[in-house]
């Protein structure tokens, strides 16, 4: 890769190296320069430019992130598409993090322009939850590198075991000082905790702390066909040959492993009764802060090996206890772990088509079906997590094209007082969960899902590119995709201009997306625009 400084008159089909303004715009670092944007550049004033050329044997940054990403993705990953040389990994199951740690720690060793962050290794995930990361640090890197790194890869290394739905007995143990209360807390500590991983808590019994009293217990529930036996002791086991072990083996059953190096949850026993996981609780098992049996358990639920060995090693990070010397809390932080961004797609579709004549634009043919029907496929198809068409002229007749599709639809009342109107509709409507919205038009059948996608990927206030727009050659189109904190300026909107002026007035918060054809630019407003399509069809 070439880097440097270089005329503007030869810098075509280089990559911006600086973010530039030009004509008023953000021009983003890593722009490919098209003669337009030479000829913009020669019109600004501008006759040298910092830019990088890629050669023969460079592979992009994003290529090369997503072979990576592809590469490194196991089972219950899903991949996500490649912006400024980053690709993400989420979750797509509840569950917990399995890493090939050794790999992903020798891929970090083999070259500053690779890296791979993750999530800590047996971190319970969530789906939706963003697992790793894959950043090419320059623009572009040497086939041999990539094909280099790929090789130290050759199985995925970034997986989740799903958690699955098992059913759990729980057996509290009574001495005559015992509050009731007290065995009603430890109940509650359980199912919250089950119930966080899925899974039902379908069996509960009580009985006196005694050796016979348990063993029978545990029998018991070991004919019920349940996938663990959960014992909570009146009081905390001590010993292998204490009440509870001692009543373990005398049911038939066989000790694991007493005891494990994770504070909280030191006093933890490990067995079976047949192929029953039977797990004797810590006391802080009444405590909804995080401790050891939440790392058994998750385990257990998601169906990972689990010994002696495996107990063994959890002493390196099992220091959970605050001190004195130590307050963090043993809960997990407040801060939400990052996630997959919740988009939700806005069709447009209120217009009332005033330079088509008589004709509703929207219910126009094209290609065998309405062109109200190719913008909502082609969301539908998309990442986003769901769809909403704002309706207003016509409303019924629009709203008819789409029964059967998973769509929300909306009809704005208000719709002859221009676009603005239905942007305000849109936000009224649209969860509060979602971080952004993206506005498609519905008179633009060209645009595909995968250009929606790409914005969606680009995506990331965090990393201030709020507003996300496609550009083909230089020029930007539609859709939009915009951010949760320009949402008061979209309700205050007026008249028929949209959010272009918003944009404006934002556009240190704007990131182009290469698109690599032009059906983000083309919108049907006329008889003329319409034939054009059909005769492109046609052909």
């Known amino acids: 890769m070439k880097f440097g400084e270089w005329s503007v008159a030869d810098a075509v089909d280089g990559l911006l190296v600086h973010t530039v303004r030009v004509g008023g715009k953000r021009w983003s670092k890593g722009r490919r320069l098209s003669a337009g944007d030479v ?40 991949v996500g598409r490649t912006f400024t040389g980053r690709c993400n990994l989420y979750a797509a199951a509840d569950g917990v993090a399995t890493l090939a740690v050794e790999r992903l720690r ?48 050759p199985t995925p290394a970034v997986s989740v075991a799903a958690f699955q739905p098992l059913r759990f007995g729980l057996l509290l143990t009574n001495l005559p000082a015992i509050k009731d209360e007290l065995l009603d807390k430890g109940e509650q500590g359980v199912r919250r905790r089950l119930g966080g991983l899925g899974c039902e808590l379908s069996c509960v019994r009580r009985c006196d702390h005694r050796e016979r009293t348990i063993a029978d217990s545990v029998r018991e529930m070991g004919e019920q066909g349940l996938d663990g036996i959960l014992i909570l002791a009146a009081s905390a086991i001590t010993d292998r040959r204490d009440v509870i ?27 079976h009764y ?62 939400e772990p990052q996630r997959r961004p919740r988009v939700a797609a806005v069709i447009l579709a209120a217009g009332q088509s005033r330079r088509m004549g008589e004709t509703n634009k929207l219910l126009a043919d094209w290609a065998g079906k309405p062109l109200i029907q190719h913008s909502v496929d082609a969301a539908l198809a998309s990442g986003a997590d769901s769809v909403y068409v704002i309706t207003g002229h016509d409303g019924d007749r629009v709203a008819e094209q789409l029964t059967g599709r998973e769509v929300v639809v909306v009809h704005n009342p208000e719709y002859a007082e221009g676009l603005a109107s239905s942007l305000r509709a849109a936000i009224r409507v649209v969860p509060g969960t979602v971080d952004g919205i993206v506005v498609c038009l519905g008179d633009m059948p060209l645009v595909r899902a995968a250009h929606l ?11 201030g590119r709020t507003i996300c727009m496609p550009a083909y050659q230089g020029k930007r189109g539609n859709p939009v995709l915009l951010g949760r904190e320009l949402f008061p300026g979209l309700v205050e909107l007026e008249g028929d201009r949209g959010a272009r002026g918003l944009i404006s007035d934002h556009d240190d918060l704007v990131a182009e997306v290469p698109v690599e ?22 052909h």
């Not at 460079?58 to 219950?76: L, M, P, T």
């Not at 630019?521 to 059909?534: F, Y």
């Open 39 to 78: 000829a913009e550049l020669q019109a600004e004033g501008m006759d040298a430019v910092t830019i990088a050329r890629l050669e023969a044997d460079d592979i992009h940054e994003d290529a090369a992130a997503a072979a990576i990403g592809h590469a490194v993705a196991g089972e219950h990953v899903d």
């Open 453 to 463: 996608d790409a914005l969606i990927a680009a995506f990331s206030p965090q990393e």
């Open 245 to 271: 072990p001692a009543a373990l083996e005398a049911a038939g059953g066989r000790i694991e492993r007493f005891g494990m190096p994770v504070d909280p949850g030191n006093l933890l026993l490990l067995g």
């Open 106 to 153: 020798a891929f970090n060793h083999l070259d500053e322009a690779l890296t791979i962050a993750s999530v800590p290794a047996f971190e319970q995930v969530h789906e939706g939850q963003m697992l790793a990361t894959i950043k090419v640090i320059p623009f572009a890197v040497r086939q041999a590198l990539l094909d280099h790194a790929l090789k130290q890869i």
């Open 517 to 538: 054809d032009p059906g983000v630019l083309v919108d049907i407003d006329t008889p003329a625009a319409l034939s054009e399509l059909l005769d492109r069809a046609a």
């Open 274 to 335: 047949g192929a029953t996981p039977v797990v004797g609780l810590p006391g802080c098992a009444r405590s909804p802060k995080i401790n050891g049996l939440d790392w058994v358990l998750r385990r257990l639920v998601a169906g990972l090996p689990l010994d002696t060995g495996v107990i063994a090693d959890m002493g390196i990070g099992g220091l959970l206890q605050e001190t004195s010397q130590r307050p963090q809390m043993r809960e997990p932080s407040s801060r």
